[in-house]
């Protein structure tokens, strides 16, 4: 079992930066990847980024790509997510996910997390 502990989510406006905190505890050594997902209002839950657990590598969604950096956090087995030039329409419930079983690849489908953080919002005011 795995525990996810978002933090860092507020409001904020356009232009200006968030960084976003994901503590685990747990079977945190079966980690294949770590993700950030995002949902807004009415809308499906969206991959945001992704970063594959033993090299390092790391997957952004287009929409953030250049704008949002995610990285490690060793002393906290998770993951960090830098947030620049925040826009309204990244405005959503932002979630840390553990995937344990892909490691091919960074997956980029809510499915193929096996853990999920309880979420953190994120306002962003034009």
């Known amino acids: 079992q795995v525990q996810l502990v978002e933090s860092g989510g507020g409001l904020v406006q356009a232009g200006d930066s968030l960084r976003l905190s994901c503590a685990a505890s747990?079977?945190?050594?079966?980690?294949?990847?770590m993700g950030w997902f995002r949902q807004a209002p009415g809308r499906e839950r969206e991959f945001v980024a992704g970063?594959?657990?033993?090299?390092?590598?790391?997957l952004y969604a287009d929409s953030v790509k250049g704008r949002f950096t995610i990285s490690r956090d060793n002393a906290k087995n998770g993951v960090y997510l830098q947030m620049n030039s925040l826009k309204p329409e990244d405005t959503a419930v932002y979630y840390c996910a553990q995937n344990i079983h892909v490691w091919s690849k960074i997956p980029t489908t809510r499915g193929e997390y096996r853990y999920w953080g309880q979420g953190t919002q994120v306002t962003v005011s034009s």
């Open positions: 747990g079977r945190t050594f079966a980690t294949a990847s």
């Open positions: 970063l594959m657990w033993f090299d390092g590598s790391t």
